[in-house]
């Protein structure tokens, strides 16, 4: 096609002419095909086919520098507050920081053998990595507090002294109870917070005896007896603190359920208008130490009296008063609320007497209008229902234990 069909075609749809075409914009045209068009100024507005397009002055997006990545421009579509990508970064995929821990001299041998790698020290537990710290049921109660007595020094044993030869692997009895995973038992021994029988062990070779063997792990009891029960109840108004009545008042045992049997025991009492939290248990072994005045278990109630409360009387209850049958006193005292004409009142006492709560604030002129023990321990009722009763989790078993020195 000669170069004045190609002119004339119709793809070119200005008209324009080869010279024209290149012609400087803004400059006059003469009287042909271009001629009385308008002219576009430069920057302006430019034919597009049939429309126009009006090209708009690029916004620059705004990037706060202390929201970046250090170091690094952020891209086009980086939002401040948004995680660049790693590549971007410069940081390591997770699985070219797995591959790279895997290579390491010792990394694949279990804690404790020769040339296994040693754990950190100061590095943050892991959930799994306390004693079950993977329970779903019962509350965590944090690191356990024993009754103060004078102990010696934890000093590693040889592993002759707590050895079975016909016993069952450690670290698989206190997987077997639920303490954690064969794996992170391992390295609990190895670490020396496992204690048997008294005795700190590091050594993974240790066999127990599971039936007579005595396990702690960070100073929580393993309860390795399953048969054992361990129970709260929401004790309501009105019941009664015994198994059976005669005379056909509501009891403990018309809200248990599914007991297959067993022989429970509540620890310690209840008069029938106090409501609130009543341990029950078959382990009789547990009951009488909670019960004797020489571990002071303490108790905590929450008191309901008429106001105004003056001042003054929690310092004559924390002082001690002279009673019919001894002395006796708070271990705290503490004003929760007040509205008027009440008043609700947080104590603390370990003395296990009948009616104890109660003849106190009678001593003082503010007679008890309702009274609810919320926890007995390290045990606390929390969101539990009244008339309810729930198994203690494990964690809180061992919390128990530990605070009567078992």
């Known amino acids: 096609m000669t170069q004045a069909g190609r002119q004339g075609s119709p793809r070119n749809s200005s008209g324009r002419k080869g010279p024209e075409r290149n012609a400087p914009r803004g400059a006059a045209q003469g009287r042909g095909a271009g001629a009385g068009k308008r002219d576009f100024p430069k920057g302006g507005d430019r034919p597009f086919g049939d429309r126009t397009y009006k090209a708009k002055p690029r916004e620059e997006r705004f990037v706060d520098p202390d929201e970046a990545p250090a170091g690094r421009r952020p891209a086009g579509d980086w939002k401040p507050g948004s995680k660049a990508p790693a590549s971007r970064t410069g940081a390591p995929k997770a699985g070219a920081r797995k591959a790279a821990a895997a290579r390491k001299p010792g990394a694949n041998k279990a804690p404790g053998t020769p040339g296994a790698l040693k754990p950190k020290s100061g590095a943050p537990k892991t959930a799994g990595s306390r004693a079950f710290g993977s329970e779903r049921f019962g509350q965590s109660l944090g690191p356990v507090r024993r009754p103060s007595r004078t102990r010696g020094p934890r000093a590693e044993v040889p592993q002759s002294e707590v050895h079975d030869a016909d016993g069952v692997r450690l670290q698989k009895v206190m997987a077997s109870a639920g303490v954690a995973s064969r794996r992170v038992c ?152 007040s509205t008027p004409g009440h008043v609700l009142i947080e104590v603390v006492l370990h003395s296990g007497k009948n009616r104890i709560v109660r003849r106190l604030f009678d001593a003082v002129g503010f007679p008890v209008l309702r009274l609810v023990r919320v926890k007995v321990g390290p045990i606390g009722l929390g969101d539990q229902r009244q008339g309810s009763i729930r198994n203690l989790g494990k964690q809180e078993v061992g919390h128990l234990l530990a605070s009567v020195g078992l």
């Open 186 to 337: 391992e390295e609990m021994i190895a670490e020396g917070r496992v204690e048997v029988d008294g005795k700190v062990v590091t050594e993974l070779g240790v066999r127990v005896d599971p039936k007579t063997a005595v396990i702690h792990v960070d100073g929580l009891r393993i309860q390795l007896d399953d048969t054992l029960v361990y129970m709260v109840f929401n004790k309501p108004k009105g019941v009664v603190s015994t198994m059976e009545d005669p005379e056909g008042r509501p009891c403990i045992s018309d809200y248990i359920r599914n007991n297959q049997g067993e022989r429970l025991f509540h620890v310690g009492r209840l008069d029938v208008a106090t409501e609130g939290l009543l341990l029950l248990t078959n382990d009789g072994e547990l009951a009488n130490r909670l019960t004797h005045p020489s571990y002071e278990v303490p108790k905590t109630y929450l008191v309901q009296v008429r106001g105004p409360f003056p001042q003054g009387i929690g310092a004559q209850l924390k002082d001690g008063i002279e009673l019919e049958d001894g002395f006796a006193s708070v271990d705290s005292f503490r004003l929760v609320d």
